[in-house]
């Protein structure tokens, strides 16, 4: 975008006549975040989607779509924090008592991304659990439940 609009539209980005790191990797989460979208947007065409089997529809639609949530969270909040917490409050911030609109923007992915979180930490608590179980299970039984008594063939004979 800024190469299309160009410095003056985007000024506040451009500071003698570069860009500061936290401007530059917003752009960086912004370029990756849209790729990852664009991948997610062409493997959900009906075409595309039933030719995907399935690790790879769980590839596009697992990690890359929160790698690509998460880029663009990234993206907003580069660009945002900074004025969230400035002292003199820039013009672009806190008008009139309003949160920025990065801050307000950020605010539902970042809930959806810890609902997600704490998700996937009870799966892994439960995963660990069920192991242990079993393995506590194999552990408490005893050796002589497996003690066979061998018939001596020979005197049969």
């Keep these: 975008m800024l190469l299309i609009f ?4 985007f000024g506040f980005l451009i500071d003698e006549g570069h860009m500061e790191w ?3 990797a917003s752009m960086l989460a912004a370029v990756l975040s849209t790729s990852l979208f664009v991948i997610t947007g062409i493997a959900s065409l009906p075409s595309v989607g039933r ?10 639609f697992g990690p890359v779509v929160w790698s690509a949530l998460t880029l ?3 993206h907003v909040m580069f660009l945002g924090v900074p004025s969230w917490v400035s ?10 008592g309003m949160p ?8 539902f992915p970042l809930f959806v991304m810890f609902i997600k979180f704490v998700q996937s930490c009870h799966a892994s608590v439960l ?3 069920k192991w ?3 393995r506590h299970q194999f552990s408490s039984i005893h050796a002589s439940e497996h003690l066979f008594v061998i018939d001596d063939v020979a005197a049969d004979v």
């Excluded at 030719?51 to 596009?60: G, R």
């Excluded at 002292?87 to 009139?96: D, G, I, L």
């Excluded at 920025?100 to 605010?107: F, G, H």
């Design 6 to 9: 160009g410095g003056e539209y």
């Design 22 to 24: 936290n401007d530059e």
């Design 72 to 74: 663009g969270v990234m």
């Design 51 to 60: 030719e995907m089997n399935k690790a790879q529809f769980e590839l596009v």
């Design 87 to 96: 002292s003199p409050r820039s013009r672009y911030s806190w008008a009139r």
């Design 100 to 107: 920025p609109i990065t801050l307000m923007a950020s605010v």
């Design 132 to 134: 242990a179980t079993s």
């Design 127 to 129: 995963k660990i659990k």
